[in-house]
């Protein structure tokens, strides 16, 4: 069975420093993995996924990933955020079919 | 939000009442899912659509719940004899085809209070 765990349920940080929202992932098969982020009161837009190959995952609005197999992680990380990266966070993940698994989320706020 | 499109966007129901929460997938999508997101919790799979077929319900809750994404229309997730705890963002994504591969995109939620 897929789990994910989001260990941060919110993260403080000023604007233009980096952050990292972490993620970890837990499977006996095959995974693919997923960040998506969700604005007040919006639905989910994805930012980025991995699938296979390079392990380093570029996303949208500067954000990238790091899938680290040893480790269990996939990370999210952008090394300047703005205001309005505000929003929650999450993780996913699916073992190949179409059925997804969250992480609990992580609420970003970004500080002037 | 790759054109899903869900409605109500806002449903308020008393107790006992039936809830209706339709959605419709992006044109060319033949695969529905339904999550649901309770406060301050992440989105927990309910159940998995195609065309006429009940693909993975695993996530549905046993009673007064149901899902059908017919051959005409949108898909419809049904609450019968609506209760608090049912209260909760409701949100529809689809696919194409060809499993995770596929992104999956989410419609903006359909936010059901129950008084």
């Known amino acids: 069975a897929q789990s994910v765990t989001q260990l941060d349920s919110q993260v403080p940080v000023f604007e233009e420093a980096p952050v990292e929202l972490r993620c970890n992932y837990s499977?006996?098969?095959?995974?693919?993995l997923f960040w998506y982020v969700q604005y007040p009161n919006q639905g989910l837009q994805l930012l980025l996924k991995y699938l296979s190959g390079s392990t380093l995952v570029k996303g949208i609005n500067g954000f990238e990933a790091e899938f680290n197999k040893s480790q269990t992680s996939f990370h999210l990380r952008k090394p300047s955020v703005h205001i309005s990266d505000t929003a929650e966070y999450f993780c996913?993940?699916?073992?190949?079919?179409?059925?997804?698994?969250f992480g609990t989320g992580t609420q970003l706020k970004v500080e002037l | 939000n790759a054109g899903v499109m869900q409605n109500p966007r806002h449903l308020v129901r008393r107790r006992g009442q039936e809830a209706r929460l339709r959605c419709s997938p992006v044109k060319g999508h033949s695969h529905v899912y339904w999550y649901r997101q309770l406060p301050e919790e992440g989105l927990k799979f309910m159940v998995y659509l195609q065309k006429e077929n009940i693909i993975d319900e695993s996530g549905m809750p046993k009673e007064r719940f149901s899902a059908e994404f017919p051959k005409e229309g949108p898909s419809i997730l049904r609450i019968q004899q609506v209760v608090r705890g049912d209260s909760a963002a409701y949100f529809c994504a689809s696919s194409p085809p060809g499993g995770a591969t596929n992104t999956i995109y989410f419609g903006e939620g359909s936010w059901l209070t129950v008084v």
């Open positions: 996913a993940s699916t073992g190949g079919g179409n059925k997804l698994t």
């Open positions: 499977s006996s098969v095959s995974v693919y």
